[in-house]
């Protein structure tokens, strides 16, 4: 039953995830953690971090671990588990090989016309809120804490968003380096 469940989420998240992996991920967040009750915000979070630290996509990355995560939490074995991040990973790829082999052909044929121009304009706005929501999403307690719960924490993961955020857009570093800095300085001032 669980594997039907993960298929028809992701492949509806793949089908109506526009934006790119950034731009699924809250809607990843609400079936798997509100929804469906899979796993917990926490895990989330940390399937979140492990899917941007790892090769690929972040949306079929975050599919993969939480396929895994919702099935090793019903309690099912971990070569189930394994067959959960498969059907997680292909039911999110799916709509995307369909609909792409489906509009390649009409996309070249049609891609200067004024309404094509027209619907790409449209959808510049939505994708920007995605990104967004996805940024919102991972803005909570479970990440920064709070300054009343664990004021150490907080004051720690805001400066290292922010030095993080300064690296990458103004000083240009390379983003891997960042995280891997940011890793580092987390568990030094965090353990």
Not at 66 to 92: Q, R
């Amino acid at each position: 039953m669980i594997f039907i469940q993960l298929f028809t989420t992701f492949f509806i998240i793949g089908l109506f995830g526009f934006g790119g992996g950034y731009g699924m991920l809250s809607l990843i967040q609400t079936e798997v953690v509100h929804n469906h009750g899979w796993m917990t915000t926490s895990e989330f979070t940390d399937i979140v971090a492990v899917s941007q630290m790892t090769p690929g996509p972040i949306g079929i990355n975050s599919a993969t671990y939480c396929g895994y995560t919702a099935v090793h939490n019903a309690g099912l074995s971990e070569p189930l588990a394994v067959l959960g991040s498969l059907t997680a990973t292909v039911a999110l790829m799916l709509p995307s090989l369909i609909l792409m082999i489906i509009i390649s052909r009409m996309f070249l044929k049609y891609m200067n016309t004024p309404m094509v121009r027209t619907v790409f304009a449209a959808l510049r706005p939505a994708v920007v809120g995605l990104l967004g929501a996805a940024a919102l999403m991972l803005l909570t307690a479970d990440n920064f804490s709070t300054p009343w719960q664990n004021p150490w924490q907080f004051f720690v993961s805001v400066a290292l968003f922010a030095a993080t955020f300064a690296g990458t857009m103004y000083i240009k570093i390379n983003p891997i380096h960042m995280i891997a800095c940011s890793a580092v300085a987390g568990i030094v001032l965090l353990y």
